[in-house]
T-cell receptor, first 111, second 121 residues
Framework: SQELEQSPQSLIVQEGKNLTINCTSSKTLYGLYWYKQKYGEGLIFLMMLQKGGEEKSHEKITAKLDEKKQQSSLHITASQPSHAGIYLCGADSEYGNKLVFGAGTILRVKS | DTAVSQTPKYLVTQMGNDKSIKCEQNLGHDTMYWYKQDSKKFLKIMFSYNNKELIINETVPNRFSPKSPDKAHLNLHINSLELGDSAVYFC????????????????????FGSGTRLTVV
């Protein structure tokens, strides 16, 4: 079965600093999803990547999928307190019928 | 309008009780899911239903019984609640893609509800 490893497990950054979260898969990624979760709230969809080498950006968040489709990174530029939360990467199964999630990365942004 | 809505948002109950969590989606999606997020924030699939038919059952105890009266609703009933059932339960939905689209690498989006925090005391 597919396993996703996220690193780091937790991260504390000073406001304004850049940061990167990584997601590594034990198998080829057919669809890689990034979600954000604030405490006590649901999952907010950020981005989905499918093709090797693909890169997407939304506001100050950029996600990339490597050419081999086994690793993805999420980069936040000039972090703000509103970026704080849990970031989860999820991989779609080969048959497109379920998501397998990484353990999540807890991000705290200090003002 | 909330795309995937779950009720209740919080549920505190005693061991041994039976409880239900309801989920409704207004996206017209064919497939609905239940995920469980444990105390370590690890999110794992429990069930999926496609057009009211059970597709995935990830070795969940028989005390958990999903019910889908129609493709817009997927409820989760839990019998004889145990302390270890305390978690956040998320409902999600997605649009089914034809198998040939999936083979070609197309993927759809998954929309999640806001979660139900179940605490068993």
């Amino acid at each position: 079965s597919q396993e996703l490893e996220q690193s780091p497990q937790s991260l504390i950054v000073q406001e304004g600093k850049n940061l990167t979260i990584n997601c590594t898969s034990s198998k080829t990624l057919y669809g890689l999803y990034w979600y954000k979760q604030k405490y006590g709230e649901g999952l907010i969809f950020l981005m989905m990547l499918q093709k090797g080498g693909e890169e997407k950006s939304h506001e100050k968040i950029t996600a990339k999928l490597d050419e081999k489709k086994q690793q993805s990174s999420l980069h936040i530029t000039a972090s703000q307190p509103s970026h704080a939360g849990i970031y989860l990467c999820g991989a779609d199964s080969e048959y497109g019928n379920k998501l397998v999630f990484g353990a999540g990365t807890i991000l705290r942004v200090k003002s | 309008d909330t795309a995937v809505s779950q009720t209740p948002k919080y549920l505190v109950t005693q061991m041994g009780n039976d409880k239900s969590i309801k989920c409704e989606q207004n996206l017209g999606h064919d497939t609905m899911y239940w995920y469980k997020q444990d105390s370590k924030k690890f999110l794992k699939i429990m069930f999926s239903y496609n057009n009211k038919e059970l597709i995935i059952n990830e070795t969940v105890p028989n005390r958990f019984s999903p019910k889908s009266p129609d493709k817009a609703h997927l409820n989760l009933h839990i019998n004889s609640l145990e302390l270890g059932d305390s978690a956040v339960y998320f409902c999600a939905s997605s649009q089914e893609l034809p198998p040939r689209f999936v083979r070609y690498g197309y993927r759809h989006g998954y929309t999640f509800g806001s979660g139900t925090r179940l605490t068993v005391v």
